[in-house]
């Protein structure tokens, strides 16, 4: 982990500050989070104190500290999809794949978050997989869109 750290840093100029969010951008892009372990490297490399990359990574929400499925799921529970359907949505994304939100599946493949509002009320309910919206999703278009992202992942 340590050395697959240090060789993501080397993409971006050291000692600057500017590059913290590129640079939290680029593990989670590689990793698929930001380790515990990657705080310390990070913090030398920009040269700012280890604080400062826990208070950035912290107070925004694309970043994750624990690790994900290939395959992460994002349902939206705010208002306007909640009114919407986004729980049998919801309940349909459990079933498929077996997990509950805040889990990854055994077999790494999958894992499934629930979200506050990600600003598309007006095509509620949403969901996001692997960084792509699906507007105004039904249940019953769980199993397609599951599986388009298992195509373009060869999973
Ligand atoms: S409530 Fe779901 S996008 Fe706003």
Redesign the pocket.
């Known amino acids: 982990m340590k050395e697959e750290i240090s060789t993501i840093l080397k993409h971006y100029p050291q000692g600057k500050r500017d590059a913290l969010i590129p640079v939290l951008q680029g593990i989670q892009e590689q990793l698929g989070f930001i380790p515990e372990e990657a705080i310390a490297p990070v913090a030398d490399y920009i040269g700012i104190p280890t604080s400062k990359v826990y208070g950035v990574a912290t107070f925004y929400d694309q970043f994750r500290f624990t690790r994900c499925g290939r395959i992460h799921v994002r349902i939206?529970?705010?208002?306007?999809?909640?009114v919407m359907g986004?729980s049998s949505v919801l309940k349909a994304l459990e079933k498929e794949l077996r997990i509950a939100p805040g889990e990854v599946s055994k077999d790494g493949r999958y894992s499934l978050e629930i979200a506050g509002?990600?600003?598309?009320?007006s095509?509620?309910?949403?969901i996001e997989v692997n960084g792509t919206f699906y507007p105004l999703v039904k249940k019953d278009d769980i199993k397609e869109i599951l599986q388009k992202e298992k195509n373009k992942l060869n999973v």
Not at 117 to 121: E, H, K, L, T
Not at 123 to 126: G, H, Q, S, W
């Open positions: 939206c529970q705010g208002t306007a999809c909640h986004a509002c990600i600003g598309a009320c095509l509620a309910p949403v």
